[in-house]
C-alpha cells in the first residue's frame, strides 16, 4: 500500500503545475488601458462556416469588424448603436442598441470584472485564462467569454453568446493597441451613404 502511495506521489509531482488565471483587477486594467486597437481575426460561427478578416476598436462604444473579400458584409458599433451590413441579406443595414450585446462589456468606458454577478465563469486553461461574462441585470443578452495571454496580457480571442445556440468565435491575431484610428470608420450612417443604403 506505501508502495503505491509513493507511486501516486511521484506521479503528480512529475505533472505540471496548472497555472494560476490572472487576475480580475489586472485583466480589467488591460481592458481599460486599450484605447484604440487593430488586428487580423478568424471568426468561427455557429454553423461552422468561417469568415476573416480585420477588427478595429475604439473604445469606449465602437468596433468595426470589415471581412476580407468576396465578403463584403460588414459589422460596427457607433453612437450606441450595432449595424450589421449585409448587401445579400438586408438592405438597409439591421439595427439594435450595442447595450443590448455582451460585446457592450469590453467596449464599456470603464470596465470592472470584479462587480457583482457580471463574471459567471472564470479559470486558467492551459496557458490561457478563460472569464466568461455578462451583464449583471440583464442576463438574458448573454455571454461574452474572453480568452487572455499572459507575459505580457493580451486578449487572444473571445467567443459571444446570445443565447440563439449559434455562438460565434473570433480568434484575435496580432491585436496592436495604441494606433490612429479615424472617427469615420465607426460612423454608420456616412457607411450606409458610402454604400448608397440610406
Not at 52 to 78: C, K, S
Not at 90 to 105: A, D
Not at 106 to 134: C, F, H, K, N, P
Request: zero cysteines.
Amino acid at each position: 500500500m506505501k508502495t503505491l502511495s509513493l507511486a501516486f506521489a511521484l506521479l503528480f509531482a512529475a505533472l505540471p503545475a496548472l497555472a494560476d488565471p490572472i487576475p480580475l483587477a489586472e485583466l480589467s486594467r488591460y481592458l481599460n488601458g486599450i484605447e484604440t486597437a487593430q488586428g487580423r481575426f478568424t471568426q468561427v460561427n455557429g454553423d461552422r462556416s468561417v469568415s476573416t478578416g480585420t477588427v478595429y476598436i475604439r473604445r469606449p462604444g465602437r468596433i468595426r469588424f470589415e471581412y476580407d473579400p468576396p465578403n463584403d458584409a460588414l459589422v460596427m458599433a457607433g453612437g450606441g448603436q450595432v449595424a450589421v451590413f449585409d448587401p445579400k441579406s438586408n438592405q438597409p443595414p439591421e439595427q439594435y442598441p450595442l447595450s443590448r450585446t455582451p460585446l457592450s462589456l469590453i467596449l464599456d468606458r470603464q470596465v470592472d470584472l470584479r462587480r457583482a454577478r457580471m463574471v459567471v465563469g472564470y479559470g486558467a486553461e492551459g496557458s490561457t485564462t478563460r472569464v466568461t461574462a455578462q451583464d449583471p441585470d440583464n442576463p438574458d443578452y448573454g455571454t461574452l467569454t474572453l480568452f487572455f495571454a499572459d507575459d505580457p496580457v493580451r486578449l487572444v480571442q473571445w467567443v459571444v453568446d446570445d443565447g440563439s445556440g449559434s455562438p460565434v468565435r473570433v480568434a484575435l491575431d496580432d491585436l496592436e493597441t495604441g494606433v490612429s484610428l479615424g472617427a469615420s470608420l465607426f460612423n454608420i450612417v456616412l457607411e450606409a451613404r458610402k454604400r448608397g443604403e440610406d
